[in-house]
């Protein structure tokens, strides 16, 4: 079956750094896509990666291992903003979207 | 204004009754899904239409049925809602290029039927 693992919920400090973890298992590849779903809204696209590495855009970046089914998003200079789910989706050999659970982020002061 | 627009923001009804969500876009996406989401799960794909002739079943499609009517129009309908469809619906589209995964949300549609 098709899986996407990331930790349930993660608690942080307003100005520190963060990483949030995916596993994936999905038949094929086609890419990894991170959102963001603050409380009681609609989820906004973060970042995309199809191929190994680290792509940055601004306080935040994703990673990603195709060989290990594996990607991180790395949040610096946390924002009590930034308090929210975050979603970890991949597009399997049929262009599918496979979606995790999420990661609830709480941002202590 | 919203670029994908859902329409009820909220719903209370019985078990039984018709109910239909309405999405309309202004994207000029093609793509357009409906999924549901419910505490503690990801989010579950109900249906999905390429193109305007185009209907598609996702992982959860029973109970429910969708109506592509235009481009711009996709509306989701449970014919006899049952207390474990109460849950936040999202309307979502996306573009035809290699970034299909890159979705455009509606606010959501939250549902409770009693």
Not at chain 2, 82 to 94: D, G, K, R, V
Request: charge should be neutral.
């Amino acid at each position: 079956g098709q899986n996407i693992d990331q930790p349930t919920e993660m608690t942080a400090t307003e100005g520190a750094i963060v990483q949030i973890n995916c596993t994936y298992q999905t038949s094929g590849f086609n890419g990894l896509f991170w959102y963001q779903q603050h409380a009681g809204e609609a989820p906004t696209f973060l970042s995309y990666n199809v191929l190994d590495g680290l792509e940055e855009k601004g306080r935040f970046s994703s990673f990603l291992s195709r060989s290990k089914g594996y990607s991180y998003l790395l949040l610096k200079e946390l924002q009590m903003k930034d308090s929210a789910s975050y979603l970890c989706a991949v597009t399997d050999s049929n262009y599918q979207l496979i979606w995790g659970a999420g990661t609830k982020l709480i941002i202590k002061p | 204004d919203a670029d994908v627009t859902q329409t009820p923001r909220n719903r209370i009804t019985k078990t039984g009754k018709r109910i239909m969500l309405e999405c309309s876009q202004t994207k000029g996406h093609d793509r357009m899904y409906w999924y549901r989401q419910d505490p503690g799960l990801g989010l579950r794909l109900i249906y999905y239409s390429f193109d305007v002739k185009d209907i598609n079943k996702g992982e959860i499609s029973d109970g429910y049925s969708v109506s592509r009517q235009a481009q711009a129009k996709f509306s989701l309908s449970l014919e006899s809602a049952i207390p474990n469809q109460t849950a936040l619906y999202f309307c979502a589209t996306s573009d035809t290029g290699v970034h299909t995964g890159e979705l455009f949300f509606g606010e959501g549609s939250r549902l409770t039927v009693l």
